[in-house]
């Protein structure tokens, strides 16, 4: 064999060596590819599935006068800006009966390109696939609302606070808690003391007469709205998303409850964040802005 014989059949091996490794490669990317596009249907068919209809109606928000036990008026949360009390009037709307698990969040970061959040912490239990996800900005909460809703075929976005405590609130009741039966009992329906530090798995505690679990004792929820100053004004669907004069920069996280006393952890509670804050503990729960109840079909198969 001359060396000229020799470089051509050496050339031909590379060559072959070389189809065999891109044939590979294009084998796992249609594989990948496939398993995302399963685990984006399967997050299609849970979301839809695990939506809550809320009805619209009028209600008092924000926290209110009642008669404690010694028989004398006092406010639910003793909270300055929960007040005043004030007539909301809301359209119709769908919420997620679920907090966004790690799992899910985790899913939607790959699909973006984006890394998961805090990968230093997640060795902690309370990290795991099942646990609510935190430890990410109001930007990012946001944009996986509106990200699931473009796949569902909804608009999505994250509550306002009025959706918020209405829901919460089973439709408006006059309760301090978002439980059961609007008490809060430990290891009954809400977590143990022991446990007071972190998160458990979403859907532990029974949910409130809505069907909406963890609104009460585990991550604090963003919402859309901007902090701003409740007024005496009747309102009708408000939001305030956009900035407002003030601490316009400001959002606010409702439902908190991984740290602190039951007091601290009741519904009308009003945490100031800022958006750019990954470190608040704040989950995600979005809506989705539509008047009627939603078919639980995945679109793609209608």
């Given amino acids: 064999m001359n060396i000229i014989e020799a470089i051509s059949k050496n050339k031909k091996i590379g060559l072959f060596s ?3 490794i891109v044939l590979i490669l294009m084998t796992w990317f249609a594989i990948t590819k496939y398993q995302q596009q399963q685990r984006l249907h399967i997050l299609i068919n849970t979301t839809l599935e695990y939506l809550v209809f809320v009805e619209g109606d009028t209600f008092l928000m924000g926290d209110q006068v009642y008669i404690n036990e010694r028989g004398r008026k006092a406010f639910i949360a003793s909270s300055r800006d929960a007040s005043p009390a004030h007539d909301v009037t809301l359209t119709s709307y769908s919420m997620q009966a679920y907090e966004a698990t790690f799992s899910d969040f985790d899913f939607y970061m ?10 230093e912490w997640r060795h902690f239990e ?18 996986y609302c509106h990200w699931l809703g473009e796949h569902i075929g909804y608009p999505m976005d994250l509550a306002t606070e009025a959706q918020w405590e209405f829901a919460a609130r089973s439709r408006g009741k006059l309760v301090a808690y978002a439980t059961n039966d609007g008490t809060y009992q430990r290891g009954i329906n809400v977590r143990e003391p022991a446990d007071d530090q972190f998160s ?50 400001m959002k606010v996280a409702r439902g908190f409850g991984t740290l602190g006393v039951s007091g601290g952890k009741k519904l009308y509670k009003r945490k100031v964040v800022a958006p750019e804050n990954a470190g608040a503990d704040n989950g995600i729960r979005c809506v989705v ?13 209608r």
Avoid: C, F
């Avoid at 458990?200 to 701003?228: F, I, K, Q, R, S």
């Avoid at 802005?289 to 198969?301: D, F, Q």
């Fill in 110 to 119: 790959n699909y973006i390109g984006e890394d998961a959040v805090r990968p």
């Fill in 289 to 301: 802005n539509h008047p009627e109840p939603i078919t639980k079909i995945n679109p793609a198969k």
């Fill in 200 to 249: 458990t798995p979403v859907g532990t505690w029974p949910p409130n007469p809505l069907g909406l679990y963890d609104m009460t004792g585990n991550v604090g929820e963003w919402t859309v709205d901007a902090w701003h100053a409740y007024t005496r004004d009747a309102k009708a669907d408000p939001s305030y998303h956009e900035k407002v004069p003030g601490r316009s920069k």
């Fill in 18 to 20: 070389l189809g065999i």
């Fill in 126 to 143: 309370h990290g795991g696939p099942s646990y609510p996800a935190n430890w990410m900005t109001w930007y990012q909460a946001r944009d």
